[in-house]
Structures are given as structure tokens and as C-alpha cells.
């Protein structure tokens, strides 16, 4: 646990044993680790992760709970329930995190990683301990068959005991809503709230966040994979900038020495700076394909795509 802390406040990963799935853990505060997540999981596109607290106080310094929220969270953590919240803008989580999401996943969760979080004192974003594509980790095991290099250490803790990732609850402008089933069955969650929660509809906010094209549109019309900015453009870089950079009205560089982990952790930051009704054009470098460059390309097609 102490090296495990002690990795963790570097900015590098560990995975840790929940009562869920084992978690691959990175401060959620620090870019380059949450970037370092995507990239250990190999994952093409930058879903929205969990973040994980150690008590329903540190939640509230990260999140707004609404009555609603509150009775779930008083009568379910620590525990395999995962709540979409309203995030608290000093929460200081690092946008790659939440997917520039107004809203956080906040979830107590029972084991190492809330002691983890515990000792931090800070959320830890965590998804399951598995490359993209496979399984859920129930132990130690499985979380190196897949990932033994990328990570420094396992905080063991035996075979989980729900072997299933958390039930996750939204709130819409309709009522909650459970945008995930897990091991708590939505009777049991709507019995306690006293209501019912609907399942999952098609309400494009609540239901796939990593999904949406229009979220990561800036105002402005992007061009990907230029070479060089033209004089109305503002410029994103990557790697040795072109001279014409130096020229533009406004220019930035997601990563000077093109490294994928650097510019991932950028890449929100980025084109939120740009996202102006005064800047109507954006060209960006080209970003090579490989690693975490499927998940920045994914993100810049949706930002560049016809709306
Ligand atoms: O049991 C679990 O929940 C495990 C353990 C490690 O805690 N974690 C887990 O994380 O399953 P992951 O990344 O596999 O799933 C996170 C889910 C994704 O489906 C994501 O879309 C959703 O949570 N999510 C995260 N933030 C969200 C947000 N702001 N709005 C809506 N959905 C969100
Ligand atoms: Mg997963």
C-alpha cells in the first residue's frame, strides 16, 4: 500500500482489488496518469471514467448530490453503485477524465482502492484492469495476463466478491435513470429511493457520453492532419511546429516532443481554448496511429465531423 501510494502520487498506475472488478488506478487530478489509463488499457476512443472516493464527504468536495443522490449513496456506500453528478468545477479533475463531461461517476468503493483513495486524499479515476476488449479482472491473475507489463504492482486482494462492474445511476431531467445494471438490482435501488428509475432511453447525454459528436465540436470548422496553419487558422501542434505557427493569431502544441501521453493529457484543454464563436477555423497536426493516437484521432474526427 505505501509503494502503491507512493507510485500513484508520481503520476503512474497501479491496479487495486474492489469488491466489483479490480481497478487500473491513476490519480484523477493528474493529467498524464489519466492519459497513461487510456494508453495501459489500449482503448481507441476516451470514455468518461469512474472517479473513486474514499467517503461520501470527499464525494461532495468533487460532486453535487442532490437529495436524490444522497439516500443512494447513504444506503449503497461503500458499495457496487456508481452516481452521475453534477461535478463541482474546483474539483480540479483532469477533463480527460469526465470526457469534458459537466458531470463526474462517483463511486465508494469497498477494498485497497478506497484505501488508496483514502491515503491520496484525492479521487482516483479507475477503470476495469483489462486491455480494451477484454474481460473484466476478477483477481490478481487476470489483471496481469493482460497488463503485467504497463503496470507497476497489483494490490491484491483475492477473487472480487460480485465479479460484476458497479450498477450506475444517472439523473436526467426526467427522474434517475440506470444507465448501467450491475450488482445491485434496480427494484432494490428504486425501492429505497422510493420511486422508480427508468432504464436506459435514448437520451443521447445520459446514455453515451464517449459517444457523442457534437460534445467535442468547438465553434470553429477544424481541419485535421495539416501541415501548416493557413493565416485564418488557429493551429493545434504536434511534435516540431512548422514556422507558420509562430505566426498565427493563436497556437498551441498538444505535445513539442510528440509523445501521445503529453498530448492526450492536453487534448481537452486544447480544444476548449479554441472553442470561440470568434475563432471560425482550427487546423491540427497530424497525429500518428498508434497507441493513444487512436483515442486523440477518435476525439479530433468528432470534433472535425459535419454537424
Ligand atoms: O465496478 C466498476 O464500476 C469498475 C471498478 C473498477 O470500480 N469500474 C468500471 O469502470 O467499470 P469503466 O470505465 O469500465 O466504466 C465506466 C462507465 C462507462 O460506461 C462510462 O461511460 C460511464 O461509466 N461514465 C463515466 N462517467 C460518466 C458520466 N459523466 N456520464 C455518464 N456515464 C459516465
Ligand atoms: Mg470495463
Known amino acids: 500500500m ?4 507512493r507510485i500513484l502520487r508520481g503520476g503512474g498506475l497501479v491496479a487495486a482489488h474492489t469488491e466489483t472488478v479490480y481497478g487500473l488506478c491513476g490519480d484523477a487530478t493528474n493529467g498524464e496518469a489519466v492519459a497513461g489509463i487510456f494508453e495501459a488499457k489500449g482503448r481507441p476512443s476516451f470514455n468518461p471514467l469512474i472517479c473513486h472516493v474514499a467517503s461520501l464527504e470527499m464525494a461532495g468536495r468533487i460532486a453535487v448530490l442532490s437529495p436524490e443522490a444522497l439516500i443512494l449513496a447513504e444506503r449503497f456506500w461503500p458499495g457496487p453503485l456508481t452516481l452521475v453528478l453534477p ?24 477494498g485497497p482502492l478506497r484505501e488508496l483513495a483514502d491515503r491520496m486524499d484525492r479521487p482516483i479515476a479507475a477503470p476495469s484492469a483489462n486491455r480494451s476488449g477484454r474481460i473484466s479482472p476478477t483477481t490478481a491473475e487476470h489483471v496481469l495476463r493482460t497488463l503485467d507489463s504497463r503496470i507497476a504492482l497489483v494490490l491484491d486482494g483475492g477473487a472480487t466478491s460480485h465479479g460484476l462492474e458497479s450498477a450506475i445511476v444517472g439523473f436526467g431531467p426526467e427522474g434517475p435513470v440506470l444507465l448501467r445494471p450491475g450488482p445491485i438490482e434496480v427494484e432494490k435501488l428504486s425501492a429505497v429511493l422510493g420511486c422508480e428509475i427508468r432504464g436506459r432511453v435514448s437520451n443521447a447525454v445520459l446514455n453515451a457520453p464517449g459517444q457523442m459528436t457534437s460534445h467535442y465540436a ?39 516532443r510528440g509523445d501521445l501521453r503529453e498530448a492526450a493529457a492536453n487534448l481537452f484543454a486544447a480544444l476548449n481554448r479554441f472553442d470561440d464563436p ?3 477555423r482550427i487546423a491540427v497536426a497530424s497525429i500518428p496511429h498508434v497507441g493513444l493516437g487512436h483515442a486523440i484521432n477518435d476525439r479530433l474526427r468528432r470534433a472535425a465531423a459535419d454537424r
Open 218 to 256: 468547438p465553434h470553429g470548422a477544424v481541419r485535421l492532419d495539416a501541415e501548416r496553419p493557413q493565416s485564418d487558422e488557429c493551429w493545434i501542434g504536434f511534435g516540431p511546429d512548422p514556422v507558420e505557427a509562430a505566426a498565427c493569431a493563436s497556437a498551441t502544441n498538444l505535445s513539442p
Open 2 to 5: 505505501d509503494e502503491a501510494v
Open 278 to 280: 470568434d475563432i471560425p
Open 87 to 110: 461535478m463541482r468545477p474546483e474539483a480540479s479533475l483532469h477533463p480527460l477524465v469526465t470526457a469534458g463531461l459537466p458531470t463526474v461517476a462517483v463511486r465508494v468503493p469497498r
